[in-house]
């Protein structure tokens, strides 16, 4: 039997590294960001890294399910490097900026990379690690990296900048995304299955976005990531101006505050795969919306500090609860063909959610106060997680009876349970594509929304 630990295969294992070494320069960088942001703009800092940040989430939102329609066209390690090396590129030029559009355009274009290559490893570890203890202890982690990420990257960027200006930070974020490029070169990775999918570009680019929003287990996850971008927003917009304003507090005490938040979802991550051998996915990530739901009610009677740490934690430890199963979710969700555009679909409709929130939350707050906008919020997670549970079949079968309509078309195939058809003989060697019609069939087997399941099974 092999062994549940991820880290024991080589190519994860590097993947990994990899991942890590780039969020540490990522964090590094965006400290070296709110500096020059406040060096350029002074007072006015806060509306310029805000500004910044919107561009960042449109980034993702627009770029992510172009490069997944599209990331079936191009040798997967090539196109991983090459959005390394274009990153590394990027960070390194934003100190040489001197108008603050300098500032929006390059962060645009970085993100622009960055959506693109987070999906695509996100789509590759499944293929990497098939087995789905390992796969679940994977996700674990990189949920713990990304939280680590934000809770270390302050004191790393504070340590180094006792030796370096600012601008070494993101010459720091340059050298860890060459480091992550290096890394990949030398990363056995599976190869890209050949797809030859029908349809214009516009069909090729939005096939993930419209597959993921006919699935139902999909729609549902939707749901419950507008409840964790609730959640999520109102402890990073609404925390600085609670803990200053309405308690009086230090800024020390704002980072507690944040760190509570955070130390909730690290060892909610750490929970999820021995919970997952005993509860269902839908189970697990309900049960996270309530637990968000509950602690933003809790806000919005006003706690005070060392009751906001204890709440906070609550929130940390939902949103963690939603997030670590999310990707057995897609993944189950997609065949091999097609995980990149599922992924970078999820990547995208994700961020849209934080995009919106945090705005919502931002002038909830400033107009109707803290402790109101949590219980509008706290709504809204409930809200939200009843919609899921209510999308989300309870008996969520993966082997589905379904009908296919008889029908012709052409594309790259394989003869299997789909394409079983006489040839004449010109047709070459498997994959091939030639005119080929499909009969009319029923069968049941493990169903997700392709090239030849357009519709889910009892939806109109």
């Known amino acids: 039997m092999a062994s549940a630990n991820p880290l024991h295969n080589q190519s ?83 100190p040489l900026v001197s108008e603050l559009w300098q500032i929006y355009l390059l962060i645009f274009s970085l993100n622009l990379f960055s959506a693109g290559f987070t999906p695509v490893i996100a789509a590759t570890i499944p293929e990497i690690l098939p087995e789905q203890r390992q796969y679940t202890r994977a996700l674990s982690m990189s949920r713990l990296a990304y939280d680590l990420e934000s809770l270390l990257s302050p004191l790393l960027a504070g340590v180094a900048l006792l030796f370096m200006s600012y601008s070494g930070l993101f010459v720091a974020n340059s050298i860890a995304f060459g480091i992550s490029a290096g890394l990949i070169l030398v990363t056995a990775l599976p190869p890209v299955a050949d797809v030859d999918r029908p349809g214009n570009l516009w069909h090729q680019i939005s096939f993930g976005v419209r597959a993921y929003l006919r699935t139902p287990r999909l729609r549902g996850l939707l749901a419950l990531y507008l409840g964790v971008a609730s959640a999520s927003a109102m402890v990073i917009v609404n925390t600085v101006v609670y803990v200053r304003e309405y308690l009086g507090g230090s800024e020390f005490d704002v980072a507690m505050a944040l760190g509570a938040a955070g130390l909730g979802s690290m060892l909610a991550a750490l929970a999820v795969p021995r919970i997952l051998e005993r509860v269902s996915d839908r189970g697990v990530m309900l049960s996270g919306s309530v637990a968000m739901a509950a602690g933003l009610l809790l806000v919005a009677g006003g706690p005070g500090y060392y009751a906001m740490l204890a709440v906070w934690f609550l929130v940390g430890l939902g949103w963690s609860l939603v997030q670590t199963p999310a990707g057995r979710v897609v993944n189950r969700s997609s065949s091999n063909s097609d995980r990149s555009a599922y992924f970078s679909a999820q990547f995208a409709l994700s961020h849209a959610c934080w995009l919106l929130f945090y705005l919502v939350a931002g002038q909830l707050g ?85 090239d030849h399941h357009a519709i889910w099974p009892g939806s109109s």
């Open 12 to 94: 994860f294992r590097k993947l990994f590294m990899a991942q890590v070494i780039a969020l540490l320069g990522t964090g590094l960088s965006t400290v070296g960001l709110t500096l020059l942001a406040y060096e350029m703009a002074g007072g006015n800092a806060a509306a310029v890294l805000g500004t910044a940040l919107a561009f960042k989430m449109l980034a993702y939102v627009f770029f992510a399910p172009i490069i997944g329609g599209l990331a079936h066209r191009f040798a997967r390690k090539p196109l991983l490097i090459t959005m390394d090396i274009c990153r590394a590129l990027i960070i390194v030029a934003i």
């Open 366 to 450: 400033s107009s109707l106060g803290v402790e109101f906008t949590a219980l509008l919020l706290a709504i809204n997670v409930a809200v939200c997680a009843v919609i899921a549970a209510m999308i989300w079949p309870r008996s969520d079968r993966e082997v589905l009876m379904h009908t296919h309509p008889e029908t012709s078309h052409e594309h790259l195939h394989y003869h299997d349970l789909h394409h079983d058809h006489e040839h004449e003989g010109w047709e070459g060697p498997e994959p091939h594509s030639h005119p080929h019609r499909h009969r009319s069939l029923r069968h049941a087997h493990r169903y997700v929304i392709d």
